[in-house]
């Protein structure tokens, strides 16, 4: 107990709340799908991604939030992608939501993932997201 008073106290007591806000946002996003602190992962809940900012490889194993507009759909069993465009760009989407219609506004959250698309070079691939939920889109 006398450590912690000593010790940890004088630590957090000269914080300031930016500080303290960076170490939430850290906690709250900061980390890829192993664990491993990304600085590219850090987000504020709420805040939309553009589908361009998620297409860098750094995005990997980040938790983003997206909105657009459902455009081409393949159906699955149990599920279906469907490309999410917001301006001129798209990104698909691995959804379990069957439902959906093209030209529908969507917002979503989910996991960046990329595929390879080439056994040769492994750096060649698409970057997709597997939707995590679907949240009010406010429209």
């Not at 093209?102 to 492994?122: A, C, E, K, M």
Request: charged letters at 20%; glycine letters at 10%.
């Amino acid at each position: 107990m006398k450590l912690f008073s000593s010790f940890v106290i004088p630590l957090i007591r000269p914080l300031s709340g930016l500080r303290i806000l960076l170490i939430v946002a850290v906690g709250m996003g900061g980390c890829d799908s192993q664990g491993k602190l990304n600085p590219f992962c850090l987000s504020l809940p709420g805040r939309l991604a553009s589908v361009h900012s998620i297409q860098s490889p750094r995005r990997v194993g980040c938790t983003v939030e997206l909105q657009g507009t459902v455009g081409d759909r393949v159906p699955l069993v149990e599920a279906q992608l469907y490309q999410l465009r917001d301006g001129e760009d798209a990104v698909w989407v691995l959804t379990s939501d069957t439902n959906l219609q093209s030209g529908t506004i969507v917002r979503i959250r989910g996991r960046v993932h990329f595929q390879p698309t080439s056994s040769s070079d492994p750096t060649q691939g698409e970057v997709y997201i597997e939707e995590q939920a679907q949240l009010d889109s406010g429209s």
